[in-house]
């Protein structure tokens, strides 16, 4: 986990501290006791700052009264009060939201999407998350649980998801699902290169050890890329449907190949939305900031930008 201080829109300070990975529940204590750690940290070095309000980016689905409702990527805190727990702690006002809203505020606020007010932000990892801003502003939904697009059903025989339902988009777009499409691969006689890296193991074989391959132009990588580039862009063409985004910025580890991955998208995209090749182009870029983009956008939402 990431504490960042900003001056206007330059970090000017940052702390980290390790996140937590234990599965079992706690009621959030190791999550709340590194989150207590890493903003004391940031308010020590700030003694002067005056009771300003913070803003905490988490991974999942967060209430209205701060509660993480649901963390499939951070099992131990799901259910935890996180926002009161760290008001008691501080004594200030403490506001939440989902770490992909936060991307997508910092993307759109001081990143590549600033002269956007229509951006679909989409982070590429293990599996998908989503950002939505429309007319300028964070689009929480009735609840806040907007912008869940990983689990949209592409196709409901699909692979299973962990999540609960089959063939969520995120089985198809991710680092995951080009790991699952690497490990076909390999078991079928291809994908030697890659396959070595993993010291022969087929179920050591991961998403990211193809990025790295096909950056170095595998024939075989590239092709996997280039499949999950497809489901990639035929996801991104179903949310332009909804959304009529500007633009559509691309992050998360997935994407540090740079280009790797949003070539062929660009590529394949046009030709799939509706309106055709006569719409006007939506720009499709990398994020800018970084790991820094989810703590950017905190500061951001706790300065009251949202
Ligand atoms: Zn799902």
Redesign the pocket.
């Known amino acids: 986990m990431l504490g960042v201080v900003l001056d206007g829109d330059v970090v000017i300070d940052a702390w980290e501290r390790p996140t937590p990975t234990g599965s079992i529940a706690d009621d959030g204590r190791a999550v709340l006791e590194q989150l207590t750690a890493l903003l004391g940290d940031v308010l020590a070095s700030r003694p002067g700052a005056e009771a300003a309000t913070i803003g905490v980016g988490l991974p999942g689905m967060l209430g209205a009264d701060g509660v993480l409702l649901a963390a499939p990527n951070l099992l131990s805190a799901q259910g935890a009060a996180i926002a009161p727990r760290l008001e008691e702690a501080f004594g200030r006002r403490v506001v939440l939201a989902n770490d992909a809203d936060c991307a997508a505020i910092a993307e759109a606020a001081v990143g590549v999407a600033r002269m956007h007010d229509d951006v679909l932000l989409v982070t590429l990892g293990t599996g998908i998350g989503g950002g939505i801003i429309a007319g300028g502003r964070l689009l929480r939904g009735g609840r806040g649980y907007a912008g869940e697009i990983?689990?949209v059903v592409i196709d409901p025989g699909g692979p299973q998801?962990?999540?609960g339902?089959r063939g969520?988009w995120?089985q198809f777009a991710s680092g995951t699902a080009l790991g699952r499409l690497a490990r076909d691969a390999a078991r079928a006689g291809r994908l030697a290169a890659v396959l070595d890296e993993a010291g022969g193991d087929v179920d050591a074989v991961r998403g990211e050890q193809v990025t790295r391959a096909a950056a170095a132009g595998d024939a075989e990588a590239l092709v996997l890329v280039e499949e999950v580039a497809w489901w990639l862009a035929r996801g991104l063409a179903n949310l332009v449907a909804v959304l009529d985004p500007t633009m559509i910025v691309l992050g998360g580890g997935l994407a540090t190949h740079g280009e790797l991955l949003v070539d062929p998208v660009r590529r394949l995209l046009p030709g799939m939305l509706e309106g055709g090749r006569s719409r006007p182009g939506i720009e499709v870029v990398l994020a800018e900031l970084g790991p820094r983009a989810g703590a950017v956008g905190a500061a951001l939402l706790g300065r009251g930008e949202q």
């Open positions: 990983g689990h998801c962990p999540c339902a969520c995120e």
